[in-house]
């Protein structure tokens, strides 16, 4: 059932059925597999957000949710731009998508702390996004491994949205990370980073006309 989905959607992007307000009914149930079942396809995204740019009257605010909330997944990639730049300015004053757009924001600014706060306080929301939490985890990872040498065990359960003990040892171990006490080694940056010997060429045909002007 979902592999066929998925042909019949992948069809009707290759060709002007893109464009089909017909085809929006598929294009949205789809979404809600990609909801279900943590799959992903921003093409086929922003093509029903294109369509509720040409056909106001048929936006379904649920699934514009669906699919921002989704792009946010797949952080730090600029998804969640491509489909905010696709509503209709009337549409972006809706109070579930201004609330989503804030999360994005804090999320952009790595204010993992609030992000975390203002999601527990919606989880009919976000947990309609089959492996939501863990996906914004793989973000956090991503962050902590390129900005930090050694982290605070209980920072670091903090800043992936205040998990338990257990939870803890299988990101640290997802990403090859070591415990060492109450203390976890990440990596050593200077390791990282590298100089660079520069060196300039100056051929003499280049100096030659300011020794002319000297």
């Known amino acids: 059932m979902a592999e066929t989905m998925k042909q019949t959607v992948a069809s009707i992007l290759k060709s002007i059925e893109r464009y089909n307000p017909a085809n929006l009914q ?36 649920d699934i514009a949710c669906q ?23 009337s549409v972006s004053e809706n109070e579930t998508i201004s609330q ?46 390129i900005t930090f040498q050694t982290i ?18 299988h990101w640290v171990k997802k990403y090859g990370w070591r415990d060492d006490g109450n203390l976890i080694f990440i990596a050593n940056q200077d390791e990282n980073i590298k100089t660079k010997n520069i060196t300039e060429k100056i051929e003499f045909d280049h100096l030659a006309p300011l020794m002319t002007i000297l």
């Open 67 to 89: 699919i921002l909330l989704k792009a946010l997944t797949n952080f730090p990639h600029t998804d969640f731009t491509l489909c905010k730049c696709l509503l209709l300015e």
């Open 26 to 61: 598929t294009l949205e149930r789809y979404v809600e597999m990609q909801s279900r079942e943590n799959t992903y396809d921003l093409e086929a995204n922003l093509a029903v957000l294109k369509l509720y740019q040409f056909n106001p009257e048929k936006f379904n605010p």
């Open 152 to 169: 605070d065990k209980n920072n670091l359960a903090n800043l992936l949205g205040g998990i338990d003990d257990v939870t803890l040892k």
């Open 100 to 145: 989503i757009k804030y999360l994005a924001d804090i999320l952009e600014q790595c204010d993992f702390a609030q992000f975390w706060n203002r999601v527990h306080q919606m989880p009919e929301l976000c947990n309609r996004i089959s492996s939501f939490h863990d996906s914004i985890r793989k973000f956090v990872c991503h962050v902590v491994g």
